[in-house]
T-cell receptor, first 112, second 112 residues
């Protein structure tokens, strides 16, 4: 049973471009969480999704950020018009509806 | 509003001794607590958890203690080993399937 798969592992974008981060949850897991870790900081909750539904997006910035978890395919975190402050490690976690969440390796986004 | 706090950014312990990592929380709705371990450039790895109906949970060298009245939990690692050197995050949730709220992390270094 493969773990949570995130791709790409590293992503470089110029200011103003779009960034798309993908997350494939563990098999049988229908709950997906996205977290962001800025340098020297802890993990900050962004959004919690179930299949085709956003359950809690209280941690998402109001503009430029969106997330989806379609019926088929991976969860996508999309950042439009990236700025330098978006540079961070983005982690996805999945859960089978219990409380333990299992994390992927993360995507390190660098905005130049 | 930091609902989960790890007040020690770093901790150094000699190999073979006990490591004690501390975590405080403010939200009385939290009823499930977890510890994660994180190596550089990797995602957090689940270590151990505890429900609010318990005050202790043990798994091998790892024991988590929960003091609900003080809103405090701690992770004890004994004996500490070099491979335990990592950043440790405590996390809390307000129920099954709810988002995890993380502390800032404590960097543990085990010295030979």
């Amino acid at each position: 049973n493969a773990g949570v798969m995130q791709n790409p592992r590293h992503l470089v974008r110029r200011r103003g471009q779009e960034a798309r981060l993908r997350c494939s949850p563990m098999k049988g897991h229908s709950h997906v969480y996205w977290y962001r870790q800025l340098p020297e900081e802890g993990l900050k909750f962004m959004v919690y999704l179930q299949k085709e539904n956003i359950i809690d997006e209280s941690g998402m910035p109001k503009e430029r950020f969106s997330a989806e978890f379609p019926k088929e395919g991976p969860s996508i975190l999309r950042i439009q018009q990236v700025v330098r402050g978006d540079s961070a490690a983005y982690f996805c976690a999945s859960s089978p509806s219990s409380t333990e969440a299992f994390f992927g390796q993360g995507t390190r986004l660098t905005v130049v | 509003d930091q609902q989960v706090k790890q007040n020690s950014p770093s901790l150094s312990v000699q190999e073979g001794r006990i490591s004690i990592l501390n975590c405080d929380y403010t939200n009385s709705m939290f009823d499930y607590f977890l510890w994660y371990k994180k190596y550089p450039a990797e995602g957090p790895t689940f270590l151990i958890s505890i429900s609010s109906i318990k005050d202790k949970n043990e798994d091998g060298r790892f024991t988590v203690f929960l003091n609900k009245s003080a809103k405090h939990l701690s992770l004890h690692i004994v004996p500490s080993q070099p491979g335990d050197s990592a950043v440790y995050f405590c996390a809390a949730s307000a129920g099954m399937g709810q988002k995890l709220v993380f502390g800032q992390g404590t960097r543990l270094t085990i010295n030979p």
